[in-house]
């Protein structure tokens, strides 16, 4: 079969706005377009219809829609860190200026676009071959707002 399957995010009036944010904060971000109200449409002249972008290999694309719809936490966009380094750096760009912290590795962005901040480490012990090992390391997350990977591997140790 041909063709990909695009996650379409409806913004009230934001959707450049959040397509330059995200690209800024993914680095490896790229605009693909943008359409704009055409000259003489209903509504003002020169506003973005929809931006498409790049993201870790992944497209998407925004839609200035209006206040009719909200995000919810029933969608969110899980993002594999390699290292705490990457879980904080994550965590703590797309919290900035009005995101908000949830529980085990969630959060909001200030779009209200919820993110899933996940380190590689963290599957690994939960799918640790020992389940006491495993349920050590879930109670632990079950605890976390941001995931903390060295405090993750001391309760899956029993430490």
Known sequence: MAGSITPFLWYDNQAEEAMHFYIDVFKDGEVLGVNRLPEGA???????????????NQTFTALNGGPMFKFTE??????????QEEVDYFWNRL??????????GWLKDKFGLSWQITPT?????????????????????????????????AAADGK
């Open 121 to 153: 480490r963290l599957m690994e012990l939960l799918g640790d071959p020992d389940p006491e090992r495993a349920g050590r390391a879930m109670q632990a997350m079950l605890k976390m707002q941001k995931i903390n990977i060295a405090e993750l591997e």
């Open 95 to 104: 919290t900035s200026d009005g995101g908000e912290e949830s529980q085990c």
């Open 42 to 56: 209903p509504g003002i002249d020169g506003n973005v219809i929809t931006a498409s972008f790049r993201l870790r």
């Open 74 to 83: 029933a969608v969110s966009f899980f993002v594999d860190c390699k290292d």
